[in-house]
């Protein structure tokens, strides 16, 4: 059975419900930016300058139209993300604005799109030897999460053994409705909640958990991924089984919800960014995304620039868009941008066909199915539904004739028959909506249905039972990519290769909030402290808990190095010995627009030999490279002193990306792209590393100098790579990597190269 056909997809937690309320004067919200160097001396602070600001805009419209305009509401003024506030404006409001001393620009509020025990194991992560080691674990590096919330009472947030929180720490623990701030401790060290905006934006409106608690489940579940702590005997009602630990099981948590049930908005989204930069986070996991902005309307993209340049990691999600090219948010070129793969595991049960042996199928079934033999009966299409009712004691094995449907109509028969258990022999890949479901079912590939059939067709008294709650593991290939991750080329920087790397997203099992319904069961809901979900919001915080980790053995090292140190260490290769394959593209090899530069490899990010860093100045030149106006770049970097030293779309990053796509001129004239990039030697002592070329189909790429000589630690040194091909590829996607390998063998530094005839849509 391979184990990417159960994608239990409980994803698609959108928190944007469409609440409609009318107001009477229409406001919306806005995120203000405003130069701080025109601010007038007289004024004490930002915040009474915001106020007299927006008090001096209602102040003038009734003077000029003797109507009851209330004064515009200031929501937050804001310290680090951006030079500005938030506040809810009526349109005139926003035009008087315009014209005040000291405004930038303004973005209007959006709503966000949110897109174990045993990851741990499958990233190589041991007590004895390699990245936990050196890093204590993670100790003492907070990772702060934007999210839903927090259940602080899940074992996963025990605090056994931990010492004293950093000193550093400016952290709180807020209390709230069932929030009591004694709830946090040495491992959960801080929980905020923002919703301003919210209310702001929808007036009238209750909210049901004001705190930092989360109802959503979310939130508890990403948190524990990061940095959970050791849980023996955990499981998804006996499937996955296991000591649940998260990647950075010594680090500490600091939960900051403004994802509410009620709808999530930007203005406080960065306002949580705003406050966990002041608290002190080194860490930042955010699994979700605004989709299709420029960076300097994306309020996401603005407030990460900020935690960049105060040391900030900062882990985001793709999203959960794919399998089509340039679906991908958060492709913003100093954020970690984060794809979902599968694990060698999967859940199931076995299917014993009397004394003749047995099959295994995908199930997910919660209940305690008895062991007893029922007889069992091969219905075909199973369309007969007056057929079926007649066989109420019996195990019912339908054959899916593969049309849309198909399998849903059989599923429903045999619930509403009322049969005991159903077998589908099927090769749908949307396996998770039934597995999720009160009937008792097991889904079978052709090979073993034609077993089962053969089986009930040649004896007189075919009986079976069924043996549900079964984890396999090993399965082959994997990692694989999952076909709901979302792809590149990323929208607001194409030059940029996104996503950067892949991380197990499917089927990850996590803490979760006891009073949340996991399951059903005939009429009942069922709990669980743990819980199994999918998509890029569990991969995300699988690569924030190991950058923490990585951040814990080198403190020196610049979120921009921790990224190469990441992707260049990566794995194309899966557990079968062959190139990573994709789920959404038949399982073609994957390509980097797909997984970015392979499945991560703790372990090995924690010696990468050579990193492609960056700094600050890089980015701002990248933005100048982006054609920006002086004043879209002080909305991104929050100052109105931007050089454009070397404007350049060619960002020093571990990756590349040329486009072949002039379709008016003809191919057979060629062009080349070029490339400058500068590495460091972490590693210590001295290196000589050589370069290698794989083959790309289309194109001939070369790199000049192919010999790099580092003497020392903290050396640098240049190189060219080019790519010649013609004015517009064959293919829409060719690919290949680029290598370098030092003569001791002891680093191999690997970066993906992408040639593309893709054209962005804006
Ligand atoms: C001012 O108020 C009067 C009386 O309520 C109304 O007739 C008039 O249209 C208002 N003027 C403006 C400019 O709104
Ligand atoms: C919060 O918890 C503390 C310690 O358990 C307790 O003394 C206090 O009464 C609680 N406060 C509220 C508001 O429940
Ligand atoms: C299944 O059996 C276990 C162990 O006896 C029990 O704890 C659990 O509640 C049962 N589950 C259901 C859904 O009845
Ligand atoms: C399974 O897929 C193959 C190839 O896509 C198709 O020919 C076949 O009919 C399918 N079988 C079922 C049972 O859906």
């Known amino acids: 059975m391979a184990a990417h056909h159960i994608n239990l997809l409980f994803i698609c937690l959108y928190f944007s419900l469409s609440f409609i309320f009318t107001k009477q004067v229409q406001a919306d919200n806005y995120i203000i930016h405003m130069d701080h160097s025109a601010m007038p001396k007289a004024f004490a602070g930002r915040q009474s300058w915001y106020l007299a600001t927006l008090s001096s805009l ?18 937050y003024s804001y310290n680090h993300v951006i030079q500005g506030f938030s506040a809810s404006l009526t349109l005139a409001q926003l035009e008087a604005l315009k014209n005040s001393r000291g405004y930038v620009s303004s973005i209007r509020d959006k709503t966000v799109k949110l897109d174990t025990t045993y990851s741990f194991k499958f990233l190589g992560l041991s007590s004895d030897a390699g990245l936990w080691p050196a890093s204590g674990f993670g100790k003492d590096v907070i990772i702060g999460l934007i999210d839903t919330g927090v259940w602080p009472e899940s074992e996963s947030f025990n605090d056994d053994g931990m010492n004293d929180v950093p000193f550093r720490w400016k952290g709180k623990c807020e209390s709230g409705t069932q929030f009591n701030s004694s709830v946090c401790n040495k491992k959960l060290i801080g929980a905020r909640s923002f919703n301003k905006g919210l209310i702001a934006n929808n007036p009238s409106i209750t909210i049901s958990m004001n705190s930092p608690r989360d109802t959503a489940g979310h939130g508890t579940h990403t948190s524990s991924t990061a940095a959970g702590t050791y849980v023996g005997d955990a499981s998804y009602f006996g499937y996955a089984q296991g000591n649940a630990r998260g990647m950075a099981p010594g680090a500490r948590v600091a939960m900051y919800k403004a ?42 993209a603005i407030a990460t620039f900020a935690a960049i340049e105060k040391n900030i990691f900062v882990s985001t999600s793709a999203g959960n868009e794919g399998p089509d090219l340039e679906t991908l948010h958060n492709g913003t070129p100093w954020v970690l941008t984060v794809a979902a793969g599968t694990m060698d595991r999967s859940f199931g049960a076995s299917l014993s066909l009397g004394t003749d042996g047995y099959v295994r199928g995908a199930a997910l079934y919660p209940g305690n199915f008895s062991s007893i033999q029922y007889p069992i009966v091969f219905m075909d299409k199973c369309d007969e539904t007056k057929e079926l009712k007649k066989l109420v004691g019996m195990i019912i094995v339908c054959q899916d004739p593969g049309k849309e449907d198909s399998l849903n109509d059989q599923f429903s028969s045999i619930q509403v028959a009322g049969n005991v258990a159903g077998v589908f022999i099927t090769n749908s890949t949307l396996l998770d909506i039934f597995t999720q479901s009160p009937l008792p079912a097991i889904f079978l590939e052709q090979k073993g249905g034609d077993i089962v059939v053969d089986y009930i067709k040649t004896n007189k008294n075919p009986k079976a039972s069924i043996e549900f709650k079964t984890t396999f593991l090993g399965s082959k290939p994997s990692p694989t990519v999952t076909s709901y991750t979302s792809r590149g080329p990323s929208y607001s920087a194409p030059s940029v290769l996104k996503p950067d790397i892949m991380a197990p997203g499917d089927s990850i099992l996590a803490a979760w909030p006891l009073n949340i319904g996991v399951a ?17 919001s569990m991969a995300c915080p699988h690569v924030a808990g190991i950058a923490a980790l990585l951040k814990g053995a080198h403190p020196d090292w610049s979120p921009t190095a921790i990224r190469s140190a990441l992707m260049t260490t990566s794995d194309p290769i899966d557990n079968a010995g062959n190139p990573i394959e994709d789920i959404g593209t038949n399982l073609q090899p994957a390509t980097p627009l797909a997984m970015g530069a392979g499945h991560i490899n703790p372990n090995k990010a924690l010696d990468p030999g050579i990193v492609y860093d960056a700094t600050v100045q890089d980015y701002i030149d990248f933005l100048c490279g982006l054609n920006f106006t002086p004043q879209q770049i002080k909305t991104i970097t929050g100052s109105s002193s931007n050089k454009c030293s070397n404007p350049s779309l060619d960002l020093n990053y ?18 080349v792209k070029e490339f400058q990039r500068t590495v460091t030697n972490v590693g210590e002592g001295s290196f000589i590393y050589k370069a290698s070329l794989t083959a790309m189909k289309g194109v001939k790429v070369s790199v000049e100098p192919d010999t790099l000589v580092f003497k020392e630690i903290n050396e640098k040194r240049s190189f060219k790579l080019s790519i010649e091909g013609p004015r517009q590829l064959d293919k829409t996607v060719s690919f290949g990597y680029l290598i370098w390998e030092d003569s001791q063998r002891k680093h191999v530094v690997r970066s993906p190269i992408v040639a593309t005839s893709y054209k962005i849509d804006k």
């Open 58 to 75: 209602s102040a003038n419209l009734r003077a000029n139209t003797n109507s009851t305009i209330p004064t515009a509401e200031l929501l």
């Open 259 to 300: 994802l509410w049930d009620e709808g999530s908005y930007t203005t406080d989204v960065i306002a949580a960014i705003d406050q966990a930069i002041n608290d002190g986070v080194d860490v930042l996991s955010l699994s979700f995304g605004l989709d299709e902005l420029e960076l300097y309307e994306d309020p996401i």
């Open 520 to 536: 059903r069961l005939n009429d009942d809901m069922l709990f669980s402290s743990f819980n199994l979900l999918s998509g890029t």
């Open 654 to 671: 571990p990756s590349f990306i040329a486009y072949f796509n002039d379709r008016n001129v003809k191919p057979d004239s060629n062009t």
